[in-house]
């Protein structure tokens, strides 16, 4: 940071000034916030801020450029001052907790998630942050006084994790005078040398530390894009995995394949990991290249095998030889899980003749609007574990899981907002014909197509008063319905093109109208307890109805499905607790052992409704999960 402060406190700054200068003295006008001036090296505190927000909300578009960025390192000192103070609070609620011991934890990380409406793991990086400026004096006081702010604090507090404390005080000292002028690349490598130097063995302790924590990661991009990335790989696997990337890159340029090199990587990654061939990547050959010039799926790439880079073994041979999606197993979950999905995955060679897209194992759980998966309206999806997609997005995706007999249907019924209040489970999907041949698959807007049937049309022109009698139809009308699992079969592969649209086909109609749908005990009331199990373990269709009801694990944040997590009960069944929708929740295995921690309490109003009370006496409350509205 380039920005400086002088010494001594803010207490003699309260005086109310205008926005940006000090009194006139004589003739001259000092500004204030101007490079080198009172404010612009005022050390943070409620002095500065007061001043800082005075020119916020006064005159801050009459400042000069000078005085402009005076303002601009004002806020970010006082932000690092007011980061030193939370972090402050964390540590002196940690010191109020019991040390976590073998086989016990505090669950402060679970306290600060509630209270700042964090996840767990911005709530674990918040209070491991803490811990680490607490052996880190200086560092702090630096903090504080905004000569450094809170990237570069986290910087320093990282790469002496696993350093003993005096080791970690010698990196300190080296580092942390240079630290305002470095950006945090630069402070980081500079850390990193001083660690190394200080204990040699300390980067292979931290390394196999965090080889412990090592996943693969997929999420939503904001561009509605998708992101798959493997964290906490060895450095040698993942540099040789890179290479691999990139020579089958090169390889498809040299081929002719369309793209940069940046998008050519993009789509080996992809193929690779979907058991997609590469050479399906490559355009179609024209007529005056016979296909037998063109090098087979599987075959090796010319180049690319250079030292250290041999052949996978996998089926398709070369260094990028493909994966075989039947090696992965599936969920267990019965059905594929409580929202339909895949069940099993579909197998090898279920994907269209000459597609280049393999079968899947596995499970997927998809949810969309009826009317998004009829073609007759654009509302999103969503994709459990990932979060929203939109509706073409679904329905190719559908398109997918249609493809295996095993898929799971289910259609749950919403109310206002979007909270489930029925639901019913197909014995099978709407079968051929449903979304192909003479009825081809539907896409939103249509493209020529008539008038659409009353009720049928774009998001919100729903009949009033439409009620859910025989799988969401009434008279022919759509309700509020949604279709979890998958959709027509039929429709071609991801990224088809879309096709003509047009009215519901009768094999969608008929098949809805057969699904038997029942109302969900949620909301207000009192249960009638219709499902109760008397056993200690609820049925399968309870089990089901509860992770329909819930969607996520119940505790305040936490965004793990319903179908990884515990059915546990409220009231515990030893003390009497009912095996009923009443009682019975979703929680993640890790928020399932915090609320039997001392000092934790958990209540269940009405069905699906938890409040919790937590150590530090303050409640919060969850409610059922809303499905996209």
Known sequence: MACHQVSGGPSAAREALAAGFVHRDGESVGPGFAGGAAFDRMAPGPGLAGLAADAWYGRLAELSDDELVGVLCAWRRLGSWAMAGELAAVTELARRRPAPGLNEDGHLDEEVAAALTLTGRAATRLTGLAAGLARLPGTAAALEEGRIDGPRAAVIADETSALDDAAAGAVEERVLAKAP????????????????????????????????????????????????????????????????????????????????????????????????????????????????????????????????????GLPGGGPLGGLAGSGLPGSGLPGGGPLGGLAGGVLPGAGPAGSGWPGWSGSVNLTMPLTAWLGLSGQPGEVAGLGALDAGACRDLADLLARHPATRWCITVTGAGGRAVAHGC?????????????????????????????????????????????????????????????????????????????????????????????????????CTHTRETRGYRPSETLRHLIKIRDRRCSFPGCRRPAARCDDDHTIGYDQGGRTCECNLAPLCRHHHRTKQAAGWQLTQPTPGTLTWTLPHGRSYTTTPGLYPD
């Not at 693969?216 to 493997?230: D, N, Y």
């Not at 179609?284 to 052949?311: N, V």
């Not at 009768?506 to 005990?521: D, K, M, N, S, Y």
């Open 426 to 526: 197909a014995r099978a999907g709407p079968g051929p014909g449903s979304g192909s041949g003479s009825d081809p698959p539907h896409r939103w807007p249509p493209r020529g197509a008539g008038p659409a049937p009353p009720g049928t049309g774009p998001p919100g022109t729903a009949p009033p008063g439409g009620k859910a009698v025989g799988g969401g139809l009434t008279d022919g009308r759509l309700t509020d319905g949604r279709l979890s699992g998958a959709g027509p079969p039929g429709a071609g592969p991801p990224g088809a093109g879309p096709a003509s649209a047009g009215p519901a086909s009768i094999g969608q109609i008929t098949w809805l109208a057969q699904v038997r749908i029942c109302g969900l005990e949620t909301g207000t009331g009192t």
């Open 181 to 312: 002028g470095q950006t945090t690349g630069q402070l980081r490598a500079a850390c990193r040398r001083a660690a190394l130097a200080a204990d040699p063995e300390a980067g292979i302790r931290r390394r196999r530390r965090a080889e412990k924590d090592a996943r693969v990661q997929a999420w939503l991009e904001t561009s509605g894009t998708g992101a798959l990335a493997g964290l906490g790989l060895p450095p040698a696997e993942m540099i040789a995995a890179d290479q691999n990337i990139d020579a089958g890159a090169r390889w498809l340029k040299a081929q002719g394949a369309a793209g940069t090199l940046e998008q050519l990587r993009a789509k080996v990654f992809t193929a690779k990991l979907s058991g997609r061939a590469l050479a399906t990547l490559l355009p179609a050959p024209a007529a005056d290249h016979p296909a037998a010039d063109r090098p087979a799926p599987g075959a090796g790439y010319p180049g690319t095998a250079g030292p250290g880079l041999p052949g996978n």
